[in-house]
Nanobody
Framework: QVQLVESGGGLVQAGGSLRLSCAASGRTISTYAMGWFRQAPGKEREFVAAVSWSGVSTNYADSVKGRFTISRGDVKNTVFLQMNSLKPDDTAVYYC??????????????WGQGTQVTVSS
């Protein structure tokens, strides 16, 4: 079992940046693909970005491509999401997840509790 804890969310103005962190404990995440998902009020959880177990491959939702960057930390068991040029539409609870290389949340086995990101216009 992997425990995931997100941090780094907050309130930011449109055009600003935030860096989300995901710290894992328990079982190592080195063999898992890691993903970031988000859920806005009244909407389904949607894929944001994923990084392969090796850190070599990444994938992004079209809505964040060119603005967000996912990476695995030099310190093991950490994953980051650098978010630049934030827009009000990025407002959501952001979740870190460990699982299979996919944009489908059903293929991720372990989830954090989420961190709120609010972008004001």
């Amino acid at each position: 079992q992997v425990q995931l804890v997100e941090s780094g969310g907050g309130l930011v103005q449109a055009g600003g940046s935030l860096r989300l962190s995901c710290a894992a404990s328990g079982r190592t995440i080195s063999t898992y693909a890691m993903g970031w998902f988000r859920q806005a009020p009244g909407k389904e959880r949607e894929f944001v970005a994923a990084v392969s177990w090796s850190g070599v491959s990444t994938n992004y939702a079209d809505s964040v491509k060119g603005r967000f960057t996912i990476s695995r930390g030099d310190v093991k068991n950490t994953v980051f999401l650098q978010m630049n040029s934030l827009k009000p539409d990025d407002t959501a609870v952001y979740y870190c997840a460990a699982g299979s290389w996919s944009g489908d949340p059903r293929l991720y086995e372990n989830w954090g509790q989420g961190t709120q990101v609010t972008v004001s216009s």
